[in-house]
């Protein structure tokens, strides 16, 4: 069977950030010796950059330009409904055209089936497909803005309700994540395979102990004297409980700092605010999106990663944090359990005063180093790891041989 894993130029793996995971993925597929009964390949419309050592197929996506007389039809429509009727037989025309230009690209490369690495992909209609899911935000989240803009929510709708259905496998990175989507979606079971989340490449730098120390100066930061908060200012990350909850531990601890570090995605502002009216200004560090480098030094000399998103079921977070040795308080999620089992502090992400405990709980050393002590133990047999998840990926594969 011949598996095309599609992806673009975004997933540089020189590129860091909110891509980190795909391209790590996209290295292992690309490293992975497959089973004989699996050839794999990568397939996309961009042109990428990078080297892989797979064969890449490009397939041309590029719709076909009207002919001027079907542009005049389709312009003069909505005017005419005479011309409404032709409109659409010229729509579903091109389609069907389009649509067997770009099978017959993927057929005269021998590809049985196609692997989305990421959610809310399907490049090529009608053609069998793996995909990815990562959570159902727009079913389990409050109406925040990020789920509720109507566009995000259309597109949503129209996946999860048409075409994820569809899909021939469904890759999701837990037994939380499956649960979801067959109480939510009453997706059959036996159509969902889980592929473990991992952590990204940070976990594998060697930043010398000179440089942590030059980067802790530079952001006026004494070891294990902060709380750090990896997240991108989005609505459901919970910033504004994490800051109204560490404003109550500066009562008990006064000498404490609290990074944030991500870009923004539309909360900054009112976070900001938040923190100006808290008096918190030289509390609370604002670094912005920072290199690979700075968040390991980060998360190596924090008191605590605290995690309170309202989004899961599972993030990656929390499990590098583990791996470099930073002390995980994070949102009591049925996937966090998962990943982390005793090896995390567990708080409800809508209960400021269950965050506060949390943190409190890490001021004092001793069971600081219980509760590392614990993760190291959950580390060791943990299957949230790359080699884990990259061998389901190959049992998962294998299985879908008799299907096609």
Not at 190 to 217: R, S, T, W, Y
Not at 335 to 355: C, M, T, V, W
Request: proline share 5%; aromatic share 10%; charged share 25%.
């Amino acid at each position: 069977m011949k598996v095309a894993v599609w992806i673009n130029s975004s997933v540089d793996p020189k590129l860091g950030g909110g891509f980190s995971y795909t391209s790590k993925l996209v290295q292992l597929i690309d490293d992975k010796q497959f089973n004989s009964k699996l050839e794999v390949c990568f397939i996309g419309s961009d042109a990428i950059s990078f080297k892989l050592n797979k064969p890449y197929f490009s397939v041309d996506l590029t719709a076909k330009k009207l002919s001027i007389w079907h542009q005049f039809i389709v312009s003069f429509s909505r005017k005419f409904r005479v011309l409404k009727q032709l409109k659409k037989q010229i729509q579903l025309k091109n389609k069907k055209a389009f649509e067997a230009r770009v099978h017959q690209q993927v057929k005269q490369n021998n590809i049985d089936i196609i692997y989305y690495l990421s959610p809310m992909q399907r490049h090529v209609p009608n053609f069998p497909f793996i995909t990815t899911n990562w959570d159902l935000g727009h079913l389990t989240l409050p109406p925040f803005p990020e789920v509720t803009e109507p566009k995000e929510l259309k597109a949503r709708a129209k996946w999860y309700n048409n075409v994820l259905p569809n899909a021939n496998c469904i890759f999701t990175e837990s037994e939380a994540g499956k649960k979801e989507l067959i109480d939510f979606l009453s997706i059959p079971e036996e159509k969902i395979k889980i592929v473990p989340i991992f952590p990204g490449n940070i976990i594998h730098l060697n930043v010398k102990e000179a440089e942590q120390g030059h980067i802790l100066d530079e952001f006026g930061l004494e070891r294990n004297n902060f709380y750090i908060y990896p997240a991108q200012f989005w609505k459901h990350k919970n910033h504004e409980r994490l800051i109204s909850a560490f404003d109550n531990v500066l009562k008990i601890n006064p000498n404490v700092k609290l990074v944030l570090s991500g870009s923004d995605k539309g909360e900054l502002n009112n976070v900001l605010d938040l923190v100006k009216l808290r008096q918190l200004e030289k509390k609370v560090l604002f670094t912005g999106f920072i290199s690979n480098e700075a968040l390991y030094t980060l998360y190596k000399n924090a008191l605590a990663l605290v995690f309170p998103t309202l989004l899961g079921p599972t993030n990656m977070p929390p499990l590098e944090a583990r791996v470099i040795g930073c002390p995980v308080l994070c949102s009591d999620f049925m996937g966090h359990r998962e990943q982390l089992r005793n090896g995390a502090i567990y708080f409800k992400p809508e209960d400021e005063k269950s965050i506060f405990e949390s943190m409190i709980a890490v001021l004092d050393m001793q069971k600081r180093k219980t509760l590392l002590d614990n993760a190291y133990n959950e580390l060791t047999s943990s299957s949230f790891n790359e080699e884990f998840a990259i061998s389901k990926i190959e049992r998962h594969l294998l299985s879908l041989i008799s299907q096609l």
